[in-house]
């Protein structure tokens, strides 16, 4: 079934308002680089999530998860088959010291809801720009935190298109990892627990990182946050700083000047300029340091 005649088949799970068509997967991703996705989707409940994964195994039709696009670097050959774009699931409920959120919301926004009820413990997330899904995904963390040390379970649908909980321990969480990327499961929501605390110290914790994050990363370029993962024993900024890299560039992509851990956009790149210049630090880092620095950004997409 080619994508056209697909299309058809999900107009009897959304309305026309919910589906695009060749959609540059530019708009949706912060790198603002990457070519169509055949169809994207804006699912505005969990049982349209479900019907749509059901609708693409059915008929044999790849599909991707994507949540606010922080994290992803979409190749210029663009995306077969169906992107399942989940922003639209962002509601926040706080009850006594827990906070509910679903897989849409912003960090930044559970962040503000836990300050503005005096919870501590999601300090770390205020500057992370994805979505709960996301985290929970690849176990999202900054400043000394972690979605693992907050975590009280993720509502998911499995391999099998079942509703399931995970508790903290079942997710497996690790450095940028968890049971949710191994198995394919899509998170629906998550369940934070968090400490009371005071107001004045948790929005001074708040402000003092956003303050870090504008002073020391490139938020004035699109990017997709840390490339690299960090290479134990090893910081990934000073390794590329040290193989003399930072600036280094190819077309409209750069190693950022003000963070050597990122590479940029820096007006007009493809995601082949930036899959160039990755594979570049790549190789430099190998030769001068023997360290392998693998990729934190997920790359998705046909060239």
Known sequence: MNYKEFYNVLLNVYGKEQIELNSPMSKHIYFKVGGPADILVNPRNVEQIKRTIDLCKENNVPYLILGNGSNMLVKDGGIRGVVIKLCSLDNIVVK??????????????????????????????????GTVGGAVFMNAGAYDGAISYVIKEA????????????????????????????????????????????????????????????EKQPLEYPSAGSTFKRPEGHFTGKLIQEAGLKGFCI??????????????????????????????VQDTVREKFNVELQTEVRIVGED
Do not use: W
């Not at 300050?115 to 720009?129: Q, R």
């Not at 007006?267 to 160039?276: I, S």
């Open 251 to 280: 077309g409209g992509a750069a190693v950022s000047k003000k963070h050597s851990g990122f590479v940029i956009n820096k007006g007009g790149a493809t995601a082949k300029d930036v899959l160039d210049v990755i594979k570049h």
């Open 96 to 129: 006594n010291n827990e906070i509910k959120a679903q897989c849409g919301a912003l960090l930044a926004d559970v962040s503000k809801k836990a300050l503005e009820n005096n919870l501590t413990g999601f300090e770390f997330a205020c500057g992370i720009p």
């Open 155 to 214: 509502e998911v649908i499995d391999d099998k298109g079942n509703i399931i909980n995970i508790g903290c321990d079942e997710l497996e969480l690790g450095y940028r990892t968890s049971i949710v990327m191994k198995k394919g499961y899509v998170v629906v929501s998550a369940t934070f627990t968090l400490e009371k605390g005071e107001h004045q110290k948790i929005e001074d914790r708040v402000n003092d990182l956003t303050k870090r994050r504008e």
